[in-house]
């Protein structure tokens, strides 16, 4: 039997990690799944051999338990897992679940109880008057259910992680030779409507090349120019085939939120979204900006490539997978003029964490990377944790050495209002502090923003001329787009960095920056398109 290679591998772990998400493991089991796709994907070695070898676990990331089923993996070429847990959360009924409301584990017991799979099945069973069978399914639930058969929403119950929405469309977008649409084309943080527009005389060959692909297990809506199917992990995708006259009007109908679809009234015909807007006698409205009714043209909205530096990645000195020097050399080979490594201190505990000593010992390392990489500069940094009284996690005289100190608040995201805000401000205030790191503490999906009053952080942070940064993590893109823009309004200049903890995490500045966008954001208002000297 032929080994895997290492995109088969990363397909199947995230595969995995989508099911044990639907069953209801914990977060960070999942986010292992994930993290190890992640790696084994953009690792040059091929790994099945690796497994075969005995040498898997030399992959930062590879524990134990993900050993044994790579192991499995690359020896059966399946993972007996993944049909488990395919038979228990049943996808096709979880995506119909998702466009009602329900949650997965609610479907699969309606499954259980009416001996049904499929979304076929589950509309002969509600036509037949069955569901109310089901104990629990009262007359609210099915109506839900009933109007999620009949008027399908492109809604999952939770938003989309917006690397995972991006790799989604992305890969189905590519295999079909069209654009990938929805939320994921405005950059929302967590998308709930998933869709790609394909360009074609042919539909109903098109959309059988869609039902076709390994992310599609089934359709639960067709006709004669578009389908929804439902992925393994019972995300719906919106697929919509499109005329070569019209395919400008459908891109822009599938990228746009609905208000501001609705505020553009009758769209008229047009090959591209430039002919459309020129059509309407509008100015071009870039996809991150057409969240709300807008009228009128764009600023110069920052990009990427304005980017000349990443002011927050991590090392193998806490918890990051790569040296001081492979970080420096792979973001010199990105572009950038120079790099911030901000590793964690003690009092984040989860994770290692370096002391005074540590860092003065970190500084001897990066001296040689600077001397190794110049003119490109890498920064002595650190992301210092603001302790629960609104002291820092190292001493003053440690931090006045540094180049770039930002604070975070890692623990105690339960205090009052009051006290998370004072305690902020105290970090904004102290004189070595450049930069207040994912000010907002969420995790989408898992963990709400904190209570901190960021309208009075704002204002000490213009006071101090201090920054904010909108942190390029995809389960936490913090600060939010919305929050962006209220920075900005208040004169307070953000930091696009992506947090990084490996060198494939230096990717994530498009997610960042596009963040930024969504907040209206120019080259000027971000302090990392400056060049050093305007930096530090």
């Known amino acids: 039997m032929p080994r895997p290679d290492n995109g088969t591998i990363a397909e199947r772990l995230e595969t995995l990690a989508g099911l044990l998400d639907l069953a209801g493991a914990s977060f960070y089991s999942v986010r292992a799944y994930r993290r190890a796709a992640e790696l084994i994907r953009s690792t040059p070695a091929p790994v099945a051999e690796l497994v075969r070898q005995g040498r898997v676990r030399e992959l930062r990331g590879i524990g134990p338990a993900i050993e044994t089923r790579l192991r499995e993996l690359v020896e059966t070429g399946r993972l007996a897992e993944i049909d488990e847990l395919e038979g228990e959360v049943q996808p096709e009924l979880v995506g119909v679940g998702r466009m009602a409301g329900l949650g997965p584990q609610r479907m699969a017991e309606l499954g259980r109880s009416l001996g049904i799979r499929s979304a076929d099945e589950l509309r002969e069973a509600a036509a037949a008057g069955r569901l109310r069978e089901v104990p629990g399914i009262g007359p609210s639930t099915e109506a839900k259910i009933r109007s999620a058969l009949e008027r ?121 979204e430039d002919a459309v807007y020129r059509a309407l006698g509008r100015a071009y409205l870039p996809p991150e900006l057409r969240e709300q009714p807008y009228d009128g043209g764009p600023p110069q909205l920052v990009e990427v490539a304005q980017i000349r530096g990443d002011l927050h990645v991590h090392t193998t000195w806490s918890d990051g997978k790569a040296s001081v020097l492979e970080m420096a050399e792979a973001a010199r080979g990105l572009g950038y003029e120079y790099i911030a490594i901000c590793d964690h201190t003690r009092s984040v505990r989860v994770v290692p964490g370096l002391d005074a000593d540590d860092v003065r010992r970190q500084s001897e390392e990066i001296a040689e990377a600077n001397e190794r990489l110049a003119p490109f500069r890498v920064l002595r940094g650190i992301e210092c944790d ?57 995790i989408i999906n898992h963990r709400p923003p904190n209570a901190v009053d960021l309208e009075a952080v704002f204002a000490a942070c213009l006071e101090t001329g201090t920054a904010v940064e909108t942190n390029g993590l995809p389960d936490r893109i913090d600060l939010s787009a919305e929050l962006v823009r209220e920075a900005i309004s208040a004169g307070v200049r953000i930091t696009c960095s992506t947090d990084a903890h490996s060198v494939r995490g230096l990717g994530n500045m498009r997610l960042s920056v596009a963040t930024a966008r969504r907040g209206w954001a120019t080259a000027g208002d971000v302090l990392n398109t400056r060049v050093l000297s305007e930096v530090v």
Do not use: K, M
Request: hydrophobic share 40%; proline share 6%; glycine share 8%.
């Open 152 to 272: 399908p929403r492109t809604s999952p119950r939770r938003g989309l992680l917006l690397n995972r929405a991006w790799e989604l469309v992305g890969g189905i977008a590519d295999a079909l030779g069209g654009v990938a649409a929805g939320d994921p084309r405005r950059w929302r943080d967590a998308s709930e409507r998933l869709a790609v527009v394909v360009a074609s005389a042919e539909p109903n060959e098109v959309i059988d090349r869609f039902r076709g692909l390994p992310e599609i297990v089934a359709l639960v809506e067709r006709d004669d120019r578009r389908a929804l199917g439902v992925t393994v992990d019972g995300v719906p995708v919106e697929l919509v085939v499109a005329s070569a006259e019209r395919f400008g009007t459908e891109l822009l109908r599938a990228t746009g939120s609905a208000s501001y679809v609705d505020a553009l009234g009758s769209l008229p015909d047009g090959p591209d």
């Open 386 to 442: 603001i302790l629960a009284d609104g002291t820092l996690d190292l001493p003053d005289d440690v931090l006045d050495e540094l180049d770039w100190v930002q604070a975070s608040v890692h623990a105690g995201q339960r205090q009052s209002r009051d006290q998370l805000t004072q305690r902020t401000l105290a970090a904004v205030h102290h004189p070595a502090v450049r930069s207040i790191s994912h000010p907002q503490g969420r």
